[in-house]
């Protein structure tokens, strides 16, 4: 069964692909910029992927909102759209970073997501 895809915002372009994955992390090792407000670089979409339990995913921008987020279902995270994530106790998340192919050569030489630097 394929995974259920919620989204608000601009779709992932047909031509993106994925060119890294983190994860999977469970509640206590979520890097600790997740938690915070934060946002992703132009040219880049996330997808965040609940694998057990759930998440609750906050949008930081004018529009506001919020999705809890539970096993089986991935969020579509565009660029430069800011967000945070809220604790909703025990789960397994992964994220996957996507790009078009222009954009895949700059991104994959830049330093790490501060987000989720080790």
């Known amino acids: 069964m394929a995974a259920q895809i919620v989204q608000r915002g ?12 983190i994860g999977p992390f469970d509640a206590d ?11 992703l670089k132009a040219g880049v979409w996330g997808l ?10 906050c949008w930081d921008d004018q ?3 919020e999705r809890l987020l539970s096993a089986g279902e ?7 759209a800011p967000h945070h994530l809220e604790r909703e106790g025990p789960v397994i998340i ?3 970073f996507c790009t078009i ?3 895949r050569r700059r991104l994959t030489r830049s330093p790490p997501l501060p987000c989720c630097a080790a």
């Open 10 to 21: 601009p779709d992932l372009p047909v031509q993106a692909r994925p060119y890294r994955t």
């Open 29 to 39: 090792s979520i890097p600790a910029g997740l938690w915070l407000q934060h946002e």
């Open 48 to 57: 965040l992927s609940v694998e057990e339990g759930n998440i609750r995913f």
């Open 63 to 65: 529009r506001g909102g």
């Open 74 to 80: 991935t969020i579509l995270i565009p660029p430069a």
């Open 94 to 96: 992964a994220l996957t």
């Open 101 to 103: 192919a222009e954009n």
